[in-house]
Protein backbone atom coordinates (compact mmCIF):
# COMPACT_ATOMS: atom_id res chain seq x y z
CA UNK A 1 0.00 0.00 0.00
CA UNK A 2 1.60 3.42 -0.91
CA UNK A 3 2.41 5.30 1.57
CA UNK A 4 1.91 9.26 2.13
CA UNK A 5 3.80 12.10 3.57
CA UNK A 6 1.58 13.90 5.95
CA UNK A 7 3.10 17.25 5.20
CA UNK A 8 2.85 17.04 2.01
CA UNK A 9 -0.82 15.91 1.60
CA UNK A 10 -1.61 19.08 4.05
CA UNK A 11 0.09 21.09 1.61
CA UNK A 12 -1.64 19.56 -1.64
CA UNK A 13 -5.14 20.08 0.63
CA UNK A 14 -4.04 23.75 1.65
CA UNK A 15 -3.61 24.73 -2.27
CA UNK A 16 -6.96 23.09 -3.45
CA UNK A 17 -8.72 24.91 -0.99
CA UNK A 18 -6.93 28.23 -1.69
CA UNK A 19 -8.20 27.77 -5.31
CA UNK A 20 -11.82 26.74 -4.14
CA UNK A 21 -11.51 30.20 -2.06
CA UNK A 22 -10.72 31.99 -4.87
CA UNK A 23 -12.94 30.49 -7.15
CA UNK A 24 -16.39 31.08 -5.06
CA UNK A 25 -15.10 34.55 -3.66
CA UNK A 26 -14.86 35.41 -7.10
CA UNK A 27 -18.39 33.71 -8.14
CA UNK A 28 -20.13 35.64 -5.85
CA UNK A 29 -19.09 38.66 -6.98
CA UNK A 30 -19.92 37.80 -10.56
CA UNK A 31 -23.26 36.36 -9.18
CA UNK A 32 -24.16 38.72 -6.54
CA UNK A 33 -24.47 35.96 -4.07
CA UNK A 34 -24.22 36.01 -0.13
CA UNK A 35 -24.22 32.09 -0.08
CA UNK A 36 -21.80 31.47 -2.45
CA UNK A 37 -19.61 34.14 -0.59
CA UNK A 38 -20.15 32.37 2.72
CA UNK A 39 -18.56 29.20 1.30
CA UNK A 40 -15.80 31.21 -0.64
CA UNK A 41 -14.88 32.82 2.55
CA UNK A 42 -15.41 29.41 4.61
CA UNK A 43 -12.26 28.02 2.33
CA UNK A 44 -10.74 30.63 2.43
CA UNK A 45 -10.22 31.72 6.33
CA UNK A 46 -9.49 27.60 6.32
CA UNK A 47 -6.88 28.09 4.54
CA UNK A 48 -5.03 30.71 6.40
CA UNK A 49 -5.69 28.78 9.51
CA UNK A 50 -4.78 25.28 8.05
CA UNK A 51 -1.22 26.96 7.33
CA UNK A 52 -1.13 28.18 10.83
CA UNK A 53 -1.85 24.97 12.56
CA UNK A 54 1.28 23.15 10.85
CA UNK A 55 2.92 25.43 12.48
CA UNK A 56 0.98 24.78 15.83
CA UNK A 57 1.80 21.56 15.36
CA UNK A 58 5.86 21.67 15.31
CA UNK A 59 5.02 24.23 18.29
CA UNK A 60 3.57 21.65 20.36
CA UNK A 61 5.61 18.80 19.97
CA UNK A 62 8.96 20.39 20.89
CA UNK A 63 10.35 19.54 24.62
CA UNK A 64 9.42 22.11 27.00
CA UNK A 65 12.01 25.11 27.81
CA UNK A 66 12.37 26.83 30.72
CA UNK A 67 10.01 29.33 29.49
CA UNK A 68 7.34 27.11 29.10
CA UNK A 69 8.14 24.72 31.43
CA UNK A 70 4.74 22.70 31.21
CA UNK A 71 5.55 22.66 27.27
CA UNK A 72 3.22 24.26 24.63
CA UNK A 73 0.42 22.16 24.86
CA UNK A 74 -2.29 25.71 25.43
CA UNK A 75 -1.08 26.88 22.22
CA UNK A 76 -3.23 24.36 20.76
CA UNK A 77 -6.58 25.59 22.32
CA UNK A 78 -5.53 28.89 22.39
CA UNK A 79 -5.52 28.61 18.34
CA UNK A 80 -8.56 26.92 18.11
CA UNK A 81 -9.99 29.81 20.17
CA UNK A 82 -8.95 32.08 17.82
CA UNK A 83 -10.40 30.49 14.86
CA UNK A 84 -13.57 29.41 16.00
CA UNK A 85 -14.20 33.72 16.87
CA UNK A 86 -13.06 34.56 13.63
CA UNK A 87 -15.50 31.78 12.04
CA UNK A 88 -18.54 33.16 14.50
CA UNK A 89 -17.60 36.93 13.52
CA UNK A 90 -18.07 35.95 9.69
CA UNK A 91 -20.94 33.76 10.61
CA UNK A 92 -22.82 36.81 12.41
CA UNK A 93 -21.55 39.13 9.78
CA UNK A 94 -23.18 36.99 6.53
CA UNK A 95 -26.38 36.21 8.86
CA UNK A 96 -26.93 39.84 9.17
CA UNK A 97 -26.31 40.69 5.84
CA UNK A 98 -29.07 37.93 4.73
CA UNK A 99 -31.81 39.22 7.00
CA UNK A 100 -31.06 42.81 5.87
CA UNK A 101 -31.36 41.24 2.31
CA UNK A 102 -34.73 39.08 2.84
CA UNK A 103 -36.24 42.31 4.53
CA UNK A 104 -35.18 44.48 1.83
CA UNK A 105 -37.08 42.37 -0.77
CA UNK A 106 -34.51 39.51 -1.45
CA UNK A 107 -31.49 39.39 -3.84
CA UNK A 108 -31.41 38.74 -7.30
CA UNK A 109 -28.34 36.46 -8.55
CA UNK A 110 -27.26 35.25 -11.69
CA UNK A 111 -27.60 31.69 -11.82
CA UNK A 112 -25.12 30.22 -14.30
CA UNK A 113 -22.34 31.28 -12.29
CA UNK A 114 -23.55 29.82 -9.50
CA UNK A 115 -24.16 26.57 -10.67
CA UNK A 116 -20.82 25.95 -12.76
CA UNK A 117 -18.82 27.13 -9.69
CA UNK A 118 -21.45 24.14 -7.59
CA UNK A 119 -20.34 21.36 -9.80
CA UNK A 120 -16.72 22.50 -9.88
CA UNK A 121 -16.87 22.56 -5.83
CA UNK A 122 -18.58 19.81 -5.25
CA UNK A 123 -16.91 17.22 -7.42
CA UNK A 124 -13.58 18.62 -6.03
CA UNK A 125 -14.17 18.82 -2.94
CA UNK A 126 -15.87 15.59 -2.68
CA UNK A 127 -12.78 14.30 -4.18
CA UNK A 128 -10.16 15.41 -2.09
CA UNK A 129 -12.40 14.42 0.95
CA UNK A 130 -12.58 11.03 -0.14
CA UNK A 131 -8.91 11.21 -0.64
CA UNK A 132 -8.36 11.99 2.88
CA UNK A 133 -10.49 10.12 4.51
CA UNK A 134 -8.36 7.07 2.77
CA UNK A 135 -5.05 8.67 4.08
CA UNK A 136 -5.86 9.52 7.06
CA UNK A 137 -7.24 5.83 8.31
CA UNK A 138 -4.22 4.37 6.73
CA UNK A 139 -1.82 6.72 8.37
CA UNK A 140 -4.22 6.87 12.12
CA UNK A 141 -3.07 10.50 11.79
CA UNK A 142 -5.40 13.20 14.08
CA UNK A 143 -4.40 16.11 11.91
CA UNK A 144 -5.47 14.46 8.22
CA UNK A 145 -8.68 13.29 10.43
CA UNK A 146 -9.52 17.23 11.01
CA UNK A 147 -8.78 17.74 7.87
CA UNK A 148 -10.90 15.39 6.38
CA UNK A 149 -13.91 16.73 8.34
CA UNK A 150 -13.39 20.37 7.59
CA UNK A 151 -13.23 18.87 3.73
CA UNK A 152 -16.52 17.01 4.32
CA UNK A 153 -17.85 20.20 5.76
CA UNK A 154 -16.94 22.48 2.68
CA UNK A 155 -18.71 19.21 0.64
CA UNK A 156 -21.97 19.53 2.14
CA UNK A 157 -21.65 23.37 1.95
CA UNK A 158 -21.07 23.39 -1.83
CA UNK A 159 -23.62 20.51 -2.22
CA UNK A 160 -26.66 22.71 -0.18
CA UNK A 161 -25.60 25.52 -2.27
CA UNK A 162 -25.86 23.94 -5.62
CA UNK A 163 -29.08 22.31 -4.44
CA UNK A 164 -30.71 25.50 -3.58
CA UNK A 165 -29.95 27.00 -6.70
CA UNK A 166 -31.40 24.46 -8.87
CA UNK A 167 -34.22 24.77 -6.96
CA UNK A 168 -34.05 28.28 -7.87
CA UNK A 169 -34.25 28.16 -11.14
CA UNK A 170 -36.93 25.70 -11.56
CA UNK A 171 -39.00 28.13 -9.20
CA UNK A 172 -38.52 30.60 -11.85
CA UNK A 173 -40.07 28.22 -14.33
CA UNK A 174 -43.21 28.83 -11.85
CA UNK A 175 -45.72 30.68 -10.13
CA UNK A 176 -43.14 30.99 -7.49
CA UNK A 177 -40.91 33.13 -9.20
CA UNK A 178 -41.38 36.04 -7.25
CA UNK A 179 -40.05 34.57 -4.13
CA UNK A 180 -37.23 32.93 -6.36
CA UNK A 181 -34.89 36.18 -4.87
CA UNK A 182 -35.18 35.14 -1.03
CA UNK A 183 -33.27 31.75 -1.89
CA UNK A 184 -30.01 33.02 -1.84
CA UNK A 185 -30.17 34.50 1.80
CA UNK A 186 -32.25 31.98 3.06
CA UNK A 187 -29.52 29.34 2.14
CA UNK A 188 -27.09 31.68 3.49
CA UNK A 189 -29.11 31.85 7.11
CA UNK A 190 -29.65 27.72 7.04
CA UNK A 191 -25.91 27.45 6.35
CA UNK A 192 -25.36 29.86 9.40
CA UNK A 193 -27.46 28.33 11.79
CA UNK A 194 -26.12 24.69 10.96
CA UNK A 195 -22.46 25.71 11.62
CA UNK A 196 -23.33 28.05 14.72
CA UNK A 197 -24.26 25.22 17.47
CA UNK A 198 -20.61 23.36 16.09
CA UNK A 199 -18.67 26.23 16.46
CA UNK A 200 -20.11 27.27 19.88
CA UNK A 201 -19.16 23.83 21.18
CA UNK A 202 -15.89 23.60 19.93
CA UNK A 203 -15.27 27.59 21.58
CA UNK A 204 -16.34 25.88 25.06
CA UNK A 205 -14.84 23.04 24.63
CA UNK A 206 -11.07 25.17 24.40
CA UNK A 207 -12.37 27.45 26.71
CA UNK A 208 -12.59 24.68 29.31
CA UNK A 209 -9.06 22.81 28.20
CA UNK A 210 -7.22 26.05 28.24
CA UNK A 211 -8.93 27.12 31.86
CA UNK A 212 -7.11 23.80 32.65
CA UNK A 213 -10.61 22.25 33.36
CA UNK A 214 -11.03 18.55 34.22
CA UNK A 215 -10.23 16.21 31.14
CA UNK A 216 -13.45 14.91 29.36
CA UNK A 217 -15.57 12.00 31.42
CA UNK A 218 -14.42 9.26 28.98
CA UNK A 219 -10.79 9.98 29.23
CA UNK A 220 -10.83 10.00 33.25
CA UNK A 221 -12.80 6.72 33.40
CA UNK A 222 -9.73 5.38 30.94
CA UNK A 223 -6.81 6.36 33.11
CA UNK A 224 -8.78 4.85 35.87
CA UNK A 225 -9.32 1.78 34.73
CA UNK A 226 -5.54 1.98 33.94
CA UNK A 227 -4.45 2.74 37.26
CA UNK A 228 -7.08 0.29 39.09
CA UNK A 229 -5.19 -3.03 37.58
CA UNK A 230 -1.81 -1.54 39.00
CA UNK A 231 -2.94 -0.99 42.48
CA UNK A 232 -5.02 -4.03 42.45
CA UNK A 233 -2.30 -6.30 41.28
CA UNK A 234 -0.27 -5.02 44.12
CA UNK A 235 -2.66 -4.50 46.54
CA UNK A 236 -2.49 -1.27 47.61
CA UNK A 237 -4.61 0.99 49.56
CA UNK A 238 -6.33 2.77 47.07
CA UNK A 239 -5.41 6.32 44.60
CA UNK A 240 -6.60 9.09 43.68
CA UNK A 241 -6.28 10.60 39.79
CA UNK A 242 -6.06 14.64 38.97
CA UNK A 243 -6.00 15.27 34.96
CA UNK A 244 -6.71 18.23 32.75
CA UNK A 245 -6.16 17.95 28.68
CA UNK A 246 -4.72 20.83 26.65
CA UNK A 247 -4.75 20.67 22.94
CA UNK A 248 -3.41 17.15 22.19
CA UNK A 249 -1.39 16.51 25.45
CA UNK A 250 -3.30 15.21 28.60
CA UNK A 251 -1.90 16.21 32.05
CA UNK A 252 -2.24 14.21 35.13
CA UNK A 253 -1.36 13.77 38.95
CA UNK A 254 -1.42 10.28 40.41
CA UNK A 255 -1.74 9.55 43.97
CA UNK A 256 -1.25 5.78 44.85
CA UNK A 257 -1.86 5.39 49.31
CA UNK A 258 0.09 2.49 50.43
CA UNK A 259 -1.14 -0.12 52.77
CA UNK A 260 2.31 -0.46 54.97
CA UNK A 261 3.35 1.69 57.90
CA UNK A 262 6.57 2.14 55.68
CA UNK A 263 9.26 4.55 57.67
CA UNK A 264 11.15 5.45 55.31
CA UNK A 265 7.97 6.69 52.97
CA UNK A 266 6.45 8.21 56.53
CA UNK A 267 9.79 10.06 56.57
CA UNK A 268 9.24 11.06 52.71
CA UNK A 269 5.76 12.38 53.42
CA UNK A 270 6.72 14.56 56.88
CA UNK A 271 9.66 16.24 54.59
CA UNK A 272 7.04 16.52 51.09
CA UNK A 273 4.61 18.32 54.07
CA UNK A 274 7.24 20.81 55.07
CA UNK A 275 8.21 21.15 51.43
CA UNK A 276 4.65 22.27 50.13
CA UNK A 277 4.06 24.36 53.97
CA UNK A 278 7.48 26.70 52.73
CA UNK A 279 6.36 27.00 49.24
CA UNK A 280 2.61 27.67 50.07
CA UNK A 281 4.02 30.32 52.51
CA UNK A 282 5.82 31.98 49.97
CA UNK A 283 2.99 31.58 47.31
CA UNK A 284 -0.29 30.98 48.91
CA UNK A 285 -1.89 29.92 45.29
CA UNK A 286 0.26 27.03 44.27
CA UNK A 287 -0.71 23.82 42.87
CA UNK A 288 1.99 21.74 44.15
CA UNK A 289 3.50 17.87 43.58
CA UNK A 290 6.63 16.37 44.74
CA UNK A 291 8.13 13.14 43.85
CA UNK A 292 10.96 11.48 45.37
CA UNK A 293 12.82 8.94 43.20
CA UNK A 294 15.30 6.71 43.50
CA UNK A 295 15.44 5.86 39.92
CA UNK A 296 15.12 9.09 37.90
CA UNK A 297 14.87 7.13 33.95
CA UNK A 298 10.89 7.03 34.20
CA UNK A 299 11.06 11.37 34.36
CA UNK A 300 11.62 12.05 30.72
CA UNK A 301 8.90 9.68 29.74
CA UNK A 302 6.02 11.54 32.24
CA UNK A 303 6.22 14.12 29.62
CA UNK A 304 4.18 14.69 26.53
CA UNK A 305 5.00 13.40 23.22
CA UNK A 306 7.42 10.69 24.62
CA UNK A 307 6.97 7.21 24.69
CA UNK A 308 8.09 3.80 26.02
CA UNK A 309 12.00 3.14 24.76
CA UNK A 310 12.69 0.34 22.64
CA UNK A 311 14.96 -2.07 24.63
CA UNK A 312 15.91 -4.51 21.55
CA UNK A 313 18.28 -1.17 20.29
Not at 130 to 135: A, P
Not at 172 to 186: G, M, Q
Request: aromatic letters at 12%; charged letters at 20%.
Amino acid sequence: MKQYNESSVMKIATILNFFFALLGILTAALAKSTSVLFDGLYSFISTLFTLTSLKIVKLVTRADTKDFPFGFGSFEPFFIIIRTTVMLIMNTALLCTAVFSIMSGGNQVEVSFILIYSVISVGGCAFVTVMLRKISRQQHSALLAAEYRSWLNDTLLSLSVLIAFLIMMIMRKTTLAPYAVYVDPAVTIILVLFLIPTLVSQFIANIRELLVAAAPEEIQQELEKIVRSYVEKNDFKGFEIYSTKRGRNLYMVIYVFLKDDNTMVRKVDKIRKDMILTIKRYWKYSDIDIVFTANPDWIPLSVPGSGPRDSSG
